[in-house]
């Protein structure tokens, strides 16, 4: 498929949102900046969130030049290392929180993040891109092989998956950052072609896996239990993102006038931003947010259904999962949709690792975009218990 112009509107959709993150941290910075220096007595400047996330937005957009201009061709070859790379510092990073050691970041019981001095590394983000761009290819040779349901290709699939869950959701103890790994493994699979018998005995270990790592967490079943009870921390956390997002009205309170930021909602300026959002720029900017992730998220899947090559295509499918993880999950959590889970809402939560290589994710979704041909391709299944070969539409139509 010869080169032509990237989908402008992916490009576009994620400036307007990383815009959007650094006004929400330009008003509520100073308050959460009070909240540090009387909370734990820091000295934290007014600024200095607003400044920090400043960098991370420039970091992001060169990261998705960066994403943009490397040829995917050339990325494809060290798949394998991201991937194993990322599982081996989740490794080192829990056998340094076994230690204590410094190097280990740990807050409320978690060590999810390495310190490095003036700044953090959540190798789970790592651990994400390798994921997508490990498991497109295996998915890929192994269906052009005929052996997608072999054994060459359940095993290999079987160990990363379980590795990549295990480390986070048991090691980081991040059901949250597990969530959105499910669903890239879970969607990578749907797409590959697999028959849906597997498919859908995949998807009942992953449940049961989940409703296990939920009743042996004290912590989780709490969680839980919130729905049902008031007297808890979780509790008291999603009533205040409600109290936020109503307050907020039609209009929002304005710039500068949250309440619930200076200090009644844990979290404002990360997992809690969609609630400090709609209080500061009620449900119009709520809309606002949420359609412009859906059109993004619509603008991946169409990308993903007119790349002829499967590989590409699964590639972009895992970047589309990863997002929609995140925004669905973040935004329900705050609406008491969903149990309370932390988990940031992509290019908006203030933080660096996860926009980095959020950024770069959709820096190479976008150079994917430059591929795809005029019609929805028609896609080669393959069939593990017959030789033949049969054509049938995307699953994404």
């Avoid at 979290?267 to 119009?284: K, L, P, R």
Wanted: aromatic share 10%; glycine share 10%.
């Amino acid at each position: 498929m010869r080169r032509h112009k990237s989908d402008r509107t992916i490009a576009a959709l994620t400036f307007v949102l990383l815009c959007i993150g650094l006004i929400v941290i330009y008003a509520i910075g100073p308050m959460r900046a009070n909240v540090m220096n009387s909370v734990y007595g820091s000295n934290v400047g007014e600024n200095d969130f607003f400044i920090q996330q400043l960098r991370n937005v420039i970091l992001s957009l060169v990261v998705i030049v960066l994403a943009f201009k490397i040829p995917y061709q050339y990325m494809r070859k060290y798949a394998k290392f991201v991937m194993f790379g990322g599982l081996i510092l989740c490794g080192i990073l829990f056998g340094l929180s076994l230690i204590n050691s410094p190097l280990a970041k740990c807050e409320l019981g978690a060590c999810r993040w390495f310190n490095l001095g003036g700044f953090s590394l959540q190798p789970a983000e790592i651990l994400k891109l390798g994921l997508v761009l490990y498991l497109a290819q295996l998915i890929a040779e192994r269906k052009a092989e005929g052996k997608l349901g072999s054994s060459d290709f359940w095993i290999p699939f079987a160990i990363v998956s379980i590795l990549s869950l295990g480390f986070v959701v048991v090691a980081q103890k991040d059901l949250g950052t597990g969530i959105a790994i499910a669903a890239i493994i879970l969607s990578m699979l749907f797409m590959s072609g697999v028959k849906m018998r597997y498919f859908i005995g995949v998807l009942a270990i992953c449940l049961a896996g989940g409703v296990a790592s939920i009743v042996v967490s004290p912590h989780r079943m709490e969680r839980l239990m919130t729905f049902h009870s008031e007297d808890s921390s979780d509790a008291y956390h999603i009533e205040n993102a409600m109290i936020a997002i109503g307050t907020g009205g039609f209009w929002g309170v304005g710039m500068g006038n949250s309440v619930q930021a200076t200090g009644y909602l844990p979290e404002s300026i990360n997992d809690s931003v969609f609630a400090i959002m709609g209080e500061t720029f009620g449900f119009v900017g709520l809309v606002v947010v949420i359609g412009c992730f859906t059109a993004l998220l619509m603008r991946l899947l169409r990308t993903a259904n007119y790349l002829e090559n499967d590989e590409e295509s699964l590639v972009v499918i895992g970047v589309f999962a990863w997002a929609t993880a995140h925004v669905v999950v973040n935004v329900a959590s705050m609406t008491g949709l969903l149990p309370l889970t932390g988990i940031t809402l992509p290019l908006l939560s203030y933080g660096g690792t996860s926009m980095l290589f959020t950024a770069a994710a959709l820096g190479i979704a976008l150079q994917l975009s430059c591929y795809t041909s005029r019609e929805p391709r028609q896609e080669k299944v393959v069939s593990t218990s017959q030789p033949k070969v049969r054509t049938m539409r995307r699953r994404l139509e």
